[in-house]
């Protein structure tokens, strides 16, 4: 176990061994990896002393995060626990599951059989082999950020006699709702936050429109050679939601022209925004994530129909703004990036795919006993507070946060002050 330090911490490096499919145990494996982080000063024979806190990254299919000292919400968590940031297969330094790695498998079908292994399901089926090997069976703490709170939840489902509390930021699923239902909420939200975008850089109105029309009447193609359509330039707007994610989008179409052409700084810029390099999973289970039950079919591309707002061609045609789109995975991703492009056909198979199993047990949720406590964003654009907030009163114990001071990255933008206040929360001093 490979240790260092980082100003005012210790990291250790833990792999574990774990099958793919924890129904067949002795089939094939895949390796975890997660890091442990230590306060400096409980370095050593005091840090045995402390509780674990598992930390549950967002995405789906992102790795955990790679600390530099004690930043943000690891600064809170350290004063009272290790922290286990975990890379959740298929992320990170665990079993990486890409276009290279999926080929070997051959077939789509085969590739998609594999990757119907990624959910959350599979990851706090994970955990609780960690928690085994690791805390020696003894229940630890939980914090699930986003996509990380839907894994909390379904934790309690599965497994909760190994939780000792629970902390969720900005990640209360419903717990019947499929992502037809998300996606039906959530256009609505990525609507508003639009108009607000607008509101606060009307300027973008013009900009927009400019860059979209370029883009309609040229071929235009990113540095990997992917193509910059007028959709592609809409899903810029994938930050929205996020607190610094308006100000951001604006300084990214203020520069977006080297004269009459699309230029080389805003190419590079709008690549890294719109490829999936660096979580290819996110892209392939972003609608696998909500399945309970039947097929997801594209659930995005189809609800986006319902939604002419969204037409960017038609606004063009007129002189409504170009709305951009937010936190959805459509077909033609799988045909633009070229890291998603070889897994176009497992995607297909994944969307056809049914039934998927349950995530969530009300029942279970019903009867809690596990101390847990929940931040609810405001209209938080990607987790909708309707569902978060249903769920909340589903779960037995849990004490929701409604909050309309932070966005749905508050647990990083406020510098702890989130964790702070689920730490209160559940220890009832606050």
Known sequence: M????????????????????HAAPDGAQITLFAREVVAADNAGGRASDLPWLVYLQGGPGRAGPRPTGRESWLDRALRDY??????????????????????ALGSPAAQAAYLAHFRADSIVADAELIRARLAGGRPWSVLGQSFGGFCAVSYLSMAPEGLAEVF??????????????VYRVTYPLVTARNQAHYDRYPGDVARARRI?????????????????????????GVGLGMSTGSHQLHYLLEDAFDGEEIGDDFLYRAQSLLTFASGPLYAALHEACYAQ??????????????????????????????????????P????????????????????AREPWPGLYDPDRLAANEVPAAAAVYYEDMYVPQQF??????????????????????????????VLDRLIGMVRGTV
């Open 332 to 351: 033609w991703m799988f045909r633009a990036d070229p890291v998603l492009r070889p897994l176009a056909e497992a995607a297909d198979l994944l969307a």
């Open 293 to 330: 039950g039947p097929a997801t079919r594209w659930s995005a591309d189809r609800i986006r129909a319902d939604y002419p707002v969204f037409d960017a061609r038609t606004a063009l045609a007129s002189e409504a703004p170009i709305l951009f789109t937010g936190e959805m995975v459509y």
């Open 168 to 181: 969720i930021a900005g990640g209360l699923p419903g717990l019947q709702a499929g992502p037809d239902d």
């Open 2 to 21: 490979p240790s260092f330090r980082q100003p005012g911490t210790v990291l250790t490096d833990h792999v574990f061994e774990a099958p793919l499919d």
């Open 82 to 103: 290790r922290v286990l940031l975990l890379d959740q297969r298929g992320t990170g330094r665990s079993t990486a599951a890409n276009r290279r790695t999926l080929a």
């Open 388 to 417: 978060s907030v249903e769920t909340a009163a589903r779960i037995r114990g849990l004490r929701p946060w409604v909050t309309s001071e932070y966005d749905h990255d508050g647990l990083r933008s406020s510098g702890g002050a």
């Open 212 to 236: 979209a029309g370029h883009l309609a009447r040229h071929e235009v193609t990113l540095p990997s050679g992917a193509a910059l359509t007028v959709e592609a330039f809409q899903a810029l």
